[in-house]
């Protein structure tokens, strides 16, 4: 990619004594013998990152429970996390290219460190909210390093290898993520219960600070760059009234406030671009490098990866809650489950990216996108088949081909976004990467209480009139009540089933469900029997509607695809040199 006289980097570039003498483009520059080594410490990080999200909402109603905790306390446990998360990405990269990517990230490491400690410990439900949230702070901040470590550490023809294990690892983490967390609530080791889900970060998170140390090199941007501290707070004030009523807009019952805050944040958003554009002329030191959406593969590559993820965001949140609320699984079993899902994802991550993208270029993406629209299908027609009798086995099948699908797709997108980015703005870069992916599971997340619980209660009358005719007989045949009583049983399992389907705290139980018909043990022991497969129903359905939007998704995905460059390009433009390593 060429540069305008604006982007071009200083000729005052930092060089060590290893690169005296070395051509610095990427081509001739000696490669460090060590940095296989800071992958893996980049890698375990980043798995620690993402596993620690999906690993906290599997141990919620274990947190609700012990802490005594309300249902808006646990939700900001979770929320919290991710809205620190989202809201310094981009600082977080820009402080690592101008103080130095190994130390910001190694300062991303220890708060993680200190903050899961300081959640495994806490008393009071505010206590682990707050380190919830400087958790989520400290993952902004080292999260954009591993992606600009990467792309200034390797080599072109390595790069790719790094990039297939990091996608690899995210895929990993964020479906194993209900398989470990089960393990470790169910296992209930040293009687920490839901503890151990932050405390396990801990020796990790200080053997990678010593090693890390040791094996990353230190990198920054070759010019002297400043903080853009007013961009900071535009760009905050901007994603948090965007981001904000997302993430809790069902919670809050989708108040007119919020979609007031999230249509003026396009305002603050405008006012945030325009002052990047006045900041590049007076020192080139921007937050965010503008210039960068000039590059078709950034831009095209940027849009593509929002809404693939708006759509994963969507079904990663309906999927847990179809396998646990919907068909009553245990978070192991439910874990255990996505198996299928890991091992397809495994098959094509690597080779997504060191094989069939630099092959076959965008083709093998959308091969991907189509593999994964066949196993959305192929699991729509389980689901409707076998309603709430599907088993684990049932849907192996569909799992595997969505896992494919998925490796084939989200793997390659970091790469080709960040491909011809230079690398005195690969933190930037990196930043912008990660909060367009927060960006876009938080939008899936707005979805789902549109896409799948705004057809819950219709879901769940249906199905209960359905059942009603036989649950009368059985009533009558096994619970020994008078058919008027069962009657008035059947209409009181009606309201409770409705009541509780529009209930948004899945823990709370509805006045309806304790009325007097329903208290009697063997017409309990019926009425439960139909509540439980009319749940088991009404989230099949629900999850269908879902599936299908993915279908959708996934479709416009393909289409968006034509905008990417044909093939990936693998050299370092030229001109552009890359950022020497400091000592």
Request: glycine fraction near 12%.
């Amino acid at each position: 990619m060429a540069i305008s006289s604006e982007q071009a980097p200083s000729v005052e570039t930092e060089v060590d004594s290893r690169t005296a003498g070395a051509d610095p483009t990427a081509g001739d520059r000696p490669l460090d013998p060590r940095r296989w080594a800071a992958l893996l410490v980049l890698l375990v990080s980043a798995f620690l990152d993402l596993l620690d999200g999906t690993i906290a909402n599997v141990a919620a109603p274990s947190m609700q429970r012990e802490l005594g905790a309300g249902y808006s306390a646990i939700q900001w446990v979770l929320v919290g996390y991710q809205l620190a998360f989202a809201l310094t990405l981009i600082l977080g990269g820009r402080l690592g290219d101008i103080y130095g990517r190994k130390k910001m990230f190694l300062v991303g490491v220890a708060g993680f460190t200190l903050c899961s400690l300081a959640a495994g410990v806490a008393q009071e439900p505010w206590q682990l909210v707050v380190a919830r949230v400087v958790q989520g702070a400290s993952s902004g901040v080292m999260v954009p390093q591993v992606l600009s470590i990467i792309h200034v550490t390797f080599n072109d023809k390595e790069r790719g290898t790094a990039f297939a294990l990091h996608g690899l690892v995210g895929g990993l983490a964020a479906t194993l993520g209900l398989a470990l967390g089960g393990l470790l609530v169910e296992w209930n080791l040293f009687g920490l219960d839901w503890r151990l889900v932050f405390l396990v970060n801990v020796p990790v998170g200080l053997v990678g600070l010593a090693y890390g140390a040791k094996v990353i090199t230190e990198s920054k941007a070759p010019q002297a760059l400043r903080l853009d501290i007013r961009g900071v707070v535009l760009l905050t004030i901007g994603f948090v009234m965007l981001v904000f009523p997302l993430l809790q807009g069902r919670e809050l019952g989708w108040p007119a406030l919020g979609f007031v805050s999230m249509g003026a944040s396009v305002l603050v958003l405008a006012g945030f671009v325009a002052w990047q554009r006045t900041k590049t002329r007076r020192d080139n030191s921007p937050l965010v490098e503008l210039g960068l959406f000039r590059t078709r593969s950034y831009s095209a590559g940027l849009g593509v990866n929002l809404i693939f993820y708006a759509g994963m965001g969507m079904f990663t949140i309906g999927w847990t809650l179809y396998m646990q609320v919907g068909q009553g699984w245990s978070p192991m079993r439910a874990g255990l489950t996505s198996l299928p899902f890991c091992i397809g994802a495994f098959l094509t991550a690597t080779s997504s990216v060191m094989i069939l993208v630099p092959k076959f270029g965008r083709k093998a993406m959308q091969v991907g996108a189509l593999v994964l629209m066949i196993g959305l299908g192929t699991y729509i027609w389980v689901a409707g088949k076998y309603g709430h009798d599907v088993t684990s086995w049932k849907i192996a099948i569909p799992l595997f081909l969505v896992g494919l699908g998925f490796g084939t797709v989200a793997t390659p997108l970091p790469l080709i976004v960040t491909s011809e980015v230079p690398h005195e703005h690969a933190g930037s870069a990196s930043g912008v990467v990660n909060t367009n992916t927060q960006l876009g599971f938080a939008i899936g997340g707005a979805l789902i209480s549109v896409v799948f619980f705004g057809g819950i209660v219709g879901n769940t009358t249906g199905n209960v009139d359905h059942q009603l005719p036989q649950l009368r007989k059985e009533l009558v045949a096994s619970a020994r009540v008078t058919p008027g009583d069962a009657d008035r049983i059947a209409a009181a399992y009606r309201t409770c089933a409705i009541d509780r389907a529009s209930e948004k705290d899945a823990s709370l139980v509805p006045a309806s469900c304790t009325v007097q018909p329903l208290r009697d043990p063997k017409v309990a022991q019926v009425v439960g029997t139909y509540g439980k497969e009319q749940v088991g129903d009404s989230f099949s359905d629900s999850f269908q509607t879902l599936l299908k939007t993915f279908i959708g998704v996934t479709a416009a995905v393909f289409l968006l695809m034509f905008a990417l460059p044909k093939r990936l390009r693998q050299e370092q433009p030229a001109g552009e040199p890359e950022t020497a390593p400091a000592s």
